[in-house]
């Protein structure tokens, strides 16, 4: 027990120390490369307004909350920020509608710059199949993030699920898709696109700890061009 608080306590310092808030100031880009180094930019911020938490059930009770830290790292290279990991916290919430639906949503938000950035999402996990402990789920979560003056950002995150009841841990795996629109509104002599849209295939493994009355899970997205962390403590209400 000691061990495992130890990690669990290096890894949000870690999380908390390295990363920064992202910053929303495009003007430095050149309009050449405009697309080429706001696209992944775009790219990062899609999986840390999209990602859901870890679906878990605690004591068969319906409402859960907690806090979620999200780190994306662009591994692409070509951002225009110095450094490429971005991150933030938000606060979850989850209602087990029954057993095999449950709803989700999550706030955040932060100061960039001048800008007050808003983030929201809403979601909903449905169990499609189950064998004994381990089940296969469908997730799908809808993200938004307003404030900026010159960005918006739209995201439809959805997985597939494979959740295994190991003698360790119980582990999440499987792949999905993040689909993201940001609108662009920058004054510039030159041409730049006023939307930039894409689509990101991923696979994922997470992992989920119980601790007294918390739950505490793990979740690590993977493309080539992005990788996306996340760190939830989730515990029961009633």
């Known amino acids: 027990m000691i061990i495992k608080q130890f990690v669990l306590s290096l890894l949000l ?27 992944p930019f775009t790219r990062s911020i899609s999986f840390m307004i999209g990602s859901p938490i870890s679906s878990i059930h605690i004591d068969n009770k319906r409402f859960h909350a ?13 951002g225009f920020g110095e450094n490429p990991l971005l991150g933030f916290p ?25 800008n007050m950035v808003q983030v929201s999402s809403y979601g909903f996990d449905l169990m499609l199949n189950k064998e004994g402990k381990n089940s296969t789920d469908l997730s799908m979560n809808f993200g938004y993030l307003d404030g900026p003056s010159n ?21 999440n795996f499987g792949f999905g898709v993040n689909l993201f629109s940001a609108h662009i509104s920058l ?24 601790i007294n009355r918390w739950m505490v899970g793990t979740q690590i997205h993977f493309h080539p061009n992005t990788v ?10 009633r």
């Open 13 to 39: 310092v870690q999380s908390i120390a390295l990363p920064q808030w992202p910053s929303f100031d495009l003007s430095s880009v050149p309009s050449s490369q405009f697309q080429e180094r706001v696209e």
């Open 66 to 78: 907690g806090v979620s830290y999200g780190l994306a790292v662009d591994m692409s290279g070509k």
């Open 90 to 114: 938000s606060l979850n919430g989850s209602y087990i509608v029954s057993d095999n639906l449950n709803l989700n949503g999550s706030i955040s938000g932060f100061n960039s710059g001048k």
């Open 151 to 171: 960005f918006r950002c739209r995201t439809i995150h959805s997985r597939i699920i494979k959740k295994v009841e190991t003698r360790f841990v119980p582990i």
């Open 187 to 210: 004054v510039s002599e030159d041409e730049i696109p006023s939307t930039i849209e894409g689509q990101t295939n991923f696979v994922f493994i997470g992992f989920n700890w119980p």
């Open 228 to 237: 996306f962390f996340s760190f939830d403590v989730l515990t029961s209400f």
